[in-house]
């Protein structure tokens, strides 16, 4: 099991820019601190749907017991340490966006991933390290009167799992610049096992079908990308070529090109709201955190739409002209360079 602390976000160094007079800020974006998530507003993109998120229509439909029922209250889920119904609760509760727990002193509380979806641990606590799954439509936790962003907290646990999943390559999903080469960062990132993969797009799919963060689509567009790759690469381990015009080699990156024009989308709505875009003469690297520690931050409102749009528009542009090479037929089959001799 990993092991990834609750998420700390520090200011950044430097001076703060100035906030532009005529946009609040703090409108644009709702932090769970700041807003009843009973609402139903999404908290951490600022582009609120205003409708409530509910469990898929058949769990819906299921019966469910007055102690589930009890148990959420505004909005929130209530959660007792110790319970022994606390999976219950959160495998059935409906209607709720914030996660709510109080623990003793000496007891902390942990997140990670699996092939079955994000959970969370009580180290030191009296259940032996239990995992406790929750679902990605919960949105906040509250634990001894803290507030964490559970959106932020899953983008960041993801990106630990696979980092962790990687050996000494270090971060998987990293910031395209002018001079980044698509082919050669995505044949990185196929490196990862078929089952880490597996487990990073079921992750990152659940969490795109409850957010509009962009930052969720990106991730899981390189992950679309790096399984379209991954076959490819190991078959010309194996036998010094492959046939890279297959349906499910097109399928993903059309997957992963779609994922990024909407990324696309939900970044330049942020930015039109105080009619912001990025420079154009640099690109603007992932900045997906940065915001949840000033949230009235122009610089940081800025840094995460401007980051997101940059990043996607890149992705896209050079996975459309792999894509293209290969139905075209212009690239057709890659090769292993032969050995070379010892030096």
Known sequence: MGD?????????????????????????????????????????????????IYRPTDQQQQPL????????????????????????????????????????????????VDDKGHFFWLQGGNDNNTKHYYPAFSKAMNVNGQNFDLEAQRLKV???FAASQAG???????????RTDAMTYFSRMSGLSGQALGTLEKSLANSVATSNNPYFKIYLADVYTAEAMQPIIQQVMRGGTADLNNPDTLRRLDSAIQLLQAAQGDARSGLSRVNMNPPGNVVMPLDPYGIY?????????????????????????????????????????????????PR
């Open 4 to 52: 990834w602390d609750s998420l700390q976000l520090k200011d950044r160094p430097g001076q703060a820019p100035q906030p532009l007079p005529a946009v609040n800020f703090g409108s644009l974006w709702t932090r769970p601190d700041q807003q009843n998530l009973g609402n139903g507003l999404r908290p951490t993109t600022g582009l609120d749907q205003q409708q409530p």
């Open 65 to 112: 017991d007055a102690t589930v029922q009890n148990s959420v209250r505004n909005g929130t889920l209530e959660l007792k340490y110790g319970d022994p119904n606390m999976d219950k609760l959160l495998s059935q509760a409906r209607n709720y966006q914030t996660i709510h727990i109080d623990t003793p002193p000496g007891v902390q509380l942990k997140h990670w």
């Open 158 to 160: 993801d990106e630990a």
């Open 168 to 178: 000494s390559q270090g971060p998987i999903f990293q910031s395209f610049t002018g």
């Open 293 to 341: 520690s000033n949230p009235n931050n122009t610089g940081y409102y800025y840094g995460f739409w401007g980051g997101s749009l940059d990043q996607a528009r890149h992705r896209e542009v050079g996975l459309t002209m792999l894509r293209n090479l290969i139905s075209s037929g212009a690239l057709p089959r890659i090769e292993l360079p032969p050995n070379l001799p």
